[in-house]
């Protein structure tokens, strides 16, 4: 399994971004899609996770600001985000929990990160 995230920039404070990611290979259930992010110095942190019914969850510090969404048929998540602030800049990783093969158990797979940076 793999996910692909792409999305990142250098954007001002204030502005948008828009991250993707698709998940490819074998999978035969996909329980949860997120996106999680890490600044430097600091603990990887969550930012939002979506359910395939299309629950979203939030962290309170993106609340309003940020929108996930997903797309079963691509099995792919997306990362609105809007009135960006300084402290959004990080690495955005893609995550999602899934099970492989019908007889695994399920387990966390994680994208590359990409990017955010957002000047003051």
């Known amino acids: 399994v793999q996910l692909q995230a792409s999305g990142g920039g250098l954007v001002q404070a204030g502005g948008s971004l828009r991250l993707s990611c698709a998940a490819s290979?074998?999978?035969?259930?996909?329980?949860?899609m997120g996106w999680y992010r890490q600044a430097p110095g600091k603990e990887r942190e969550l930012v939002a996770t979506i359910t395939t019914s299309g629950s979203p969850n939030y962290s309170d510090s993106v609340k309003g600001r940020f929108t996930i969404s997903n797309d079963n048929a691509q099995n792919a998540v997306f990362l609105e985000m809007n009135s960006l602030k300084p402290e959004d800049s990080g690495d955005y990783y893609c995550?999602?929990?899934?099970?492989?093969?019908?007889?695994?158990?399920?387990?966390?797979?994680w994208g590359q990160g990409t990017q955010v940076t957002v000047s003051s």
């Open positions: 290979g074998s999978i035969f259930r996909i329980n949860l």
């Open positions: 995550n999602a929990n899934l099970k492989r093969l019908w007889f695994e158990s399920d387990k966390n797979y």
